[in-house]
């Protein structure tokens, strides 16, 4: 146990920068699919397109390397600059690959949760007069969300373990992983001790979140 | 019959008078010049910044020699990991997936810890893990398949056993949604046959279970084979690090990088494709795709779904019926275990 | 029942899999009593290299080619074997200990720094050269020409190498550390303007810059030595003693001056040019 309390503190740096990485992303990604789900069922068939073309090649592509895009595409080739300091730089980074990504997992469950809404929910809103856009913002997806809210746990917490791989893929930052991966490659802990405790760290931040959205999609659940 | 499916023939918007063609035509260019300005600014930075549309920098992917020293053995070893390690999940997947429904708490109890674990854990953690452990756990994993010669933990096991492990692990969620949505009158007609639990299982249950739930393990193989590309941090020779290879010899990171996400999409989405008309063929045989566990907290299946899983095998392309059960009151939305309508 | 077939078809795969998976990974040299010993009697070798090192070993569709790879191809040669005959294996840095401990290959020549810790598990022959850390920086950048400039700098390093620690930590620079992938990341994050120096063993650096002659510039202020050493399985003495014998004819022939003018002369590396003293070998 030692060899977990010796290195608090690079366990507490490693996982902060982990539960940042989350969060923002996770805000972002969510405000993506959301959109790009309006435009999958907007009625303008270009924009249907397009949302589909970015879902299915962003969706197919390893994450290492949409990371590795952001990287030294974005990052490098693009010179696109978020901030002076190289950590809040490569973080800026980050999270512009990991909601680019999970935006297309959003949008898919979004879309699921759009196919069990009964089409006669938008008959009538549409009887009543209401827009594309009144129809979507007000009917349809507050009816998907609640729906999907079981899902949309599951893709949050699926962005929670996918921050690891932003320790690499030419972006370096210095999350959990990487501090436990530091700590094997000093040789001065023990190896079984120290993964153990960086697992119990991603229970801890996975465990509760999913029974929050499981309480969360029961209360909201709609009666049909 | 559901939304998305109308939303060609306009359930969330009336058929377009005049006024709205026009309007949509608008729409349309403006989405059009976006793209354009997108599509020029990228092409642009790429060209004024190390000149990344310079002929020398792509012309090594038209050589043979590229693609038979580098592409060709990556992917092969790439195809290899995931198909060694789908092997592995599978039979860990229903060992696993069976030991949760076990009548034994001794055995129902570990085998969900077990699941549940390694469901939490980033799977980069594990093959860091693999690795650091390599001597000891190749010692243990000899003993314990009792082999005749030394398991020697590389890059390529490590990759196999972190894969294993956690897709794995999301299969036993699988396969155990698949058995639960299995309906209950088929057990109890073998069990009433005589037939022992053993046999219930393995010659009524599973059976069913892996035919429907063979596109969301199709889909899990998927997100299989893109992670295995985490192999590269750990130099496993597969697809990307070959092309990372090739961008150190032949100073092209971005152009390889590209020319690898097309081929790692094509691979995907073929198999996506694959379980897109497996789901078709079942639905056009009467039987309802089942969706595995995505309300966490309702029941076990709490800790992590991976990003794939969830989402992807609930969506159905737009012409198949609808998957789920719409005039069911389950609580927990389209994704829930047992959710689909088995028709037995 | 065709699940069932499914079944059995998936169990014969799992067994297949397992018995094929690993049958790859043994061999070896177990029933020789030395690395020497298998040379002599089967005038082959398997020597492990890195793939992604320009200028040291760098995989080509026509096999690695580099410093350490004309090193170790003239010292097997020394040792009986002929080119043809050496069968190339990629070792990155996190498997050379792993490899030679597990017989998977007889000889390593990785830039493979000897160190003590190493010298429990493996043994080492040479060092066959003494490489120092460095930095390099783009060449129009005027502003760093010593490892006290880095103050502040963004500065690039592989992830799971030191050579960043050795300026933050031991030298106390503030430098702002951007960990990449790899060196060819480091390297590109370079040529973009990203980071602003790299800093890695200078012969690594030199690799490198000879790809891409005129762009970037050498610091050629060395601070930290590593010796290159060829690892070997614990306890060879024999294999370590002909080793040492053959790098110190590589070095009196000449033969190591011209491989290093080969892969480094065009650059402004300012390589050792004369043998370095050999580690003692282990005790017999």
């Known amino acids: 146990m030692d060899d977990i309390f010796n290195n608090l503190d690079s366990f507490v740096d490693g996982?902060?920068?982990?539960?940042?990485?989350?969060?923002?992303?996770?805000?972002?990604?969510?405000?993506?699919?959301?959109?790009?789900?309006?435009?999958?069922?907007?009625?303008?068939?270009?924009?249907?397109?397009?949302?589909?073309?970015?879902?299915?090649?962003?969706?197919?592509?390893?994450?290492?390397?949409?990371?590795?895009?952001?990287?030294?595409?974005?990052?490098?080739?693009?010179?696109?600059?978020?901030?002076?300091?190289?950590?809040?730089?490569?973080?800026?980074?980050?999270?512009?690959?990991?909601?680019?990504?999970?935006?297309?997992?959003?949008?898919?469950?979004?879309?699921?949760?759009?196919?069990?809404?009964?089409?006669?929910?938008?008959?009538?809103?549409?009887?009543?007069?209401?827009?594309?856009?009144?129809?979507?913002?007000?009917?349809?997806?507050?009816?998907?969300?609640?729906?999907?809210?079981?899902?949309?746990?599951?893709?949050?917490?699926?962005?929670?373990?996918?921050?690891?791989?932003?320790?690499?893929?030419?972006?370096?930052?210095?999350?959990?992983?990487?501090?436990?991966?530091?700590?094997?490659?000093?040789?001065?802990?023990?190896?079984?001790?120290?993964?153990?405790?960086?697992?119990?760290?991603?229970?801890?931040?996975?465990?509760?979140?999913?029974?929050?959205?499981?309480?969360?999609s029961k209360r909201l659940a709609v009666a049909r | 019959?559901?939304?998305?499916?109308?939303?060609?023939?306009?359930?969330?918007?009336?058929?377009?008078?005049?006024?709205?063609?026009?309007?949509?035509?608008?729409?349309?260019?403006?989405?059009?010049?976006?793209?354009?300005?997108?599509?020029?600014?990228?092409?642009?930075?790429?060209?004024?910044?190390?000149?990344?549309?310079?002929?020398?920098?792509?012309?090594?992917?038209?050589?043979?020699?590229?693609?038979?020293?580098?592409?060709?053995?990556?992917?092969?070893?790439?195809?290899?990991?995931?198909?060694?390690?789908?092997?592995?999940?599978?039979?860990?997947?229903?060992?696993?997936?069976?030991?949760?429904?076990?009548?034994?708490?001794?055995?129902?109890?570990?085998?969900?810890?077990?699941?549940?674990?390694?469901?939490?854990?980033?799977?980069?953690?594990?093959?860091?893990?693999?690795?650091?452990?390599?001597?000891?756990?190749?010692?243990?994993?000899?003993?314990?398949?009792?082999?005749?010669?030394?398991?020697?933990?590389?890059?390529?096991?490590?990759?196999?056993?972190?894969?294993?492990?956690?897709?794995?692990?999301?299969?036993?969620?699988?396969?155990?949604?698949?058995?639960?949505?299995?309906?209950?009158?088929?057990?109890?007609?073998?069990?009433?046959?005589?037939?022992?639990?053993?046999?219930?299982?393995?010659?009524?249950?599973?059976?069913?279970?892996?035919?429907?739930?063979?596109?969301?393990?199709?889909?899990?193989?998927?997100?299989?084979?893109?992670?295995?590309?985490?192999?590269?941090?750990?130099?496993?020779?597969?697809?990307?690090?070959?092309?990372?290879?090739?961008?150190?010899?032949?100073?092209?990171?971005?152009?390889?990088?590209?020319?690898?996400?097309?081929?790692?999409?094509?691979?995907?989405?073929?198999?996506?494709?694959?379980?897109?008309?497996?789901?078709?063929?079942?639905?056009?045989?009467?039987?309802?795709?089942?969706?595995v566990g995505a309300a966490p907290g309702v029941d076990a299946a709490v800790a992590a779904v991976p990003a794939a899983s969830v989402p992807t095998p609930s969506v159905q392309p737009d012409d198949t019926p609808e998957p789920v059960d719409r005039d069911g009151t389950d609580p927990a939305g389209p994704d829930a275990p047992g959710g689909g309508r088995p028709a037995g | 029942m065709r699940v069932r077939r499914i079944g059995a078809i998936t169990a014969a795969a799992a067994a297949a899999t397992l018995v094929l998976s690993s049958c790859g990974l043994v061999g070896g040299s177990a029933e020789y009593e030395s690395i020497l010993q298998k040379a002599e009697e089967t005038g082959t070798l398997v020597i492990g290299v890195k793939y992604d090192q320009p200028g040291l070993g760098l995989e080509t569709p026509e096999g690695p080619v580099g410093f350490d790879v004309d090193v170790a191809t003239y010292v097997a040669g020394q040792l009986g074997v002929t080119p043809e005959n050496i069968e190339w294996v990629e070792t990155a840095s996190s498997n050379r200990e792993p490899f030679l401990e597990q017989g998977q290959v007889d000889l390593v020549f990785a830039t493979y720094s000897i160190t003590e810790e190493r010298q429990d598990i493996v043994s080492f022959g040479g060092p066959y050269y003494v490489a120092q850390q460095d930095i390099l920086v783009a060449a129009d950048n005027n502003d760093i020409n010593s490892p006290e400039d880095l103050a502040d700098q963004p500065l690039c390093s592989a992830s799971g190498s030191r050579s960043a620690e050795t300026i933050t930590e031991t030298m106390e620079i503030p430098a702002q550390l951007r960990e990449a992938g790899n060196y060819s990341e480091c390297i590109e994050l370079l040529s973009g303007g990203s980071v602003a120096a790299v800093t890695t063993d200078n012969i690594i650096l030199a690799g490198f810059a000879a790809q891409r002659p005129g762009e970037l510039r050498m610091l050629n202020q060395p601070f930290q030595e590593e010796r290159y050493g060829v690892g070997m399985p614990h306890g060879d003495t024999e294999t370590c003693e002909a080793v040492n014998a053959a790098i110190a004819q590589m070095w009196e022939d000449g033969s190591a001056a011209e491989f290093l003018e080969n892969h480094f002369g065009e650059t402004d590396f300012a390589y050792a040019e004369e043998q370095p003293d050999f580690e003692p070998c282990p005790a017999a």
């Open chain 1, 15 to 216: 996982f902060s920068w982990t539960i940042r990485l989350t969060l923002v992303s996770a805000a972002f990604a969510f405000a993506i699919g959301v959109l790009l789900t309006a435009m999958r069922v907007s009625p303008v068939p270009l924009l249907r397109a397009s949302a589909t073309v970015y879902v299915e090649t962003i969706r197919n592509t390893p994450l290492t390397l949409v990371l590795l895009f952001c990287g030294l595409g974005l990052g490098n080739t693009m010179q696109l600059q978020f901030s002076d300091r190289v950590e809040w730089d490569v973080f800026w980074l980050a999270v512009v690959g990991l909601s680019a990504y999970t935006a297309c997992f959003v949008a898919e469950s979004l879309r699921a949760g759009i196919n069990t809404i009964p089409f006669g929910q938008a008959e009538a809103a549409r009887s009543l007069g209401l827009t594309f856009g009144q129809n979507l913002r007000l009917i349809v997806l507050p009816q998907a969300l609640r729906t999907v809210i079981g899902p949309l746990g599951s893709v949050f917490i699926a962005l929670t373990k996918n921050t690891t791989v932003a320790s690499v893929a030419g972006l370096g930052v210095q999350e959990a992983s990487r501090e436990m991966r530091l700590l094997f490659d000093q040789g001065q802990t023990d190896v079984l001790v120290v993964f153990i405790g960086f697992a119990i760290g991603f229970i801890i931040l996975t465990l509760p979140v999913g029974y929050f959205f499981g309480w969360l």
């Open chain 2, 1 to 291: 019959m559901n939304l998305l499916q109308q939303s060609q023939a306009s359930v969330l918007f009336d058929a377009p008078g005049p006024k709205a063609r026009a309007r949509y035509t608008v729409y349309s260019v403006i989405t059009i010049a976006a793209l354009i300005a997108l599509l020029a600014w990228v092409v642009i930075q790429f060209d004024r910044r190390g000149d990344q549309w310079a002929a020398e920098k792509w012309t090594p992917f038209l050589q043979p020699e590229t693609w038979t020293a580098f592409i060709l053995p990556g992917m092969a070893n790439t195809l290899g990991a995931a198909a060694v390690a789908t092997v592995f999940a599978l039979v860990f997947g229903v060992i696993f997936g069976i030991g949760r429904l076990s009548d034994h708490a001794w055995v129902r109890v570990p085998a969900g810890m077990v699941v549940e674990f390694f469901r939490a854990i980033p799977l980069l953690m594990l093959i860091f893990f693999t690795m650091a452990i390599g001597g000891p756990l190749g010692q243990a994993l000899t003993f314990v398949f009792a082999v005749p010669f030394r398991i020697v933990v590389d890059p390529f096991t490590a990759v196999v056993i972190g894969l294993t492990l956690y897709n794995g692990s999301v299969l036993a969620e699988i396969f155990r949604a698949g058995i639960n949505a299995v309906p209950k009158g088929q057990s109890e007609a073998a069990y009433s046959l005589g037939m022992r639990k053993s046999q219930v299982m393995r010659l009524v249950l599973l059976p069913q279970a892996v035919t429907t739930m063979m596109p969301a393990i199709i889909m899990q193989l998927v997100v299989l084979l893109k992670d295995s590309a985490l192999g590269y941090i750990v130099a496993f020779p597969e697809m990307l690090r070959a092309f990372t290879l090739i961008a150190t010899g032949e100073q092209n990171v971005i152009p390889a990088a590209m020319v690898c996400a097309v081929i790692y999409i094509a691979i995907n989405l073929s198999l996506t494709r694959l379980a897109i008309w497996l789901e078709r063929r079942n639905a056009r045989r009467g039987r309802a795709t089942a969706h």
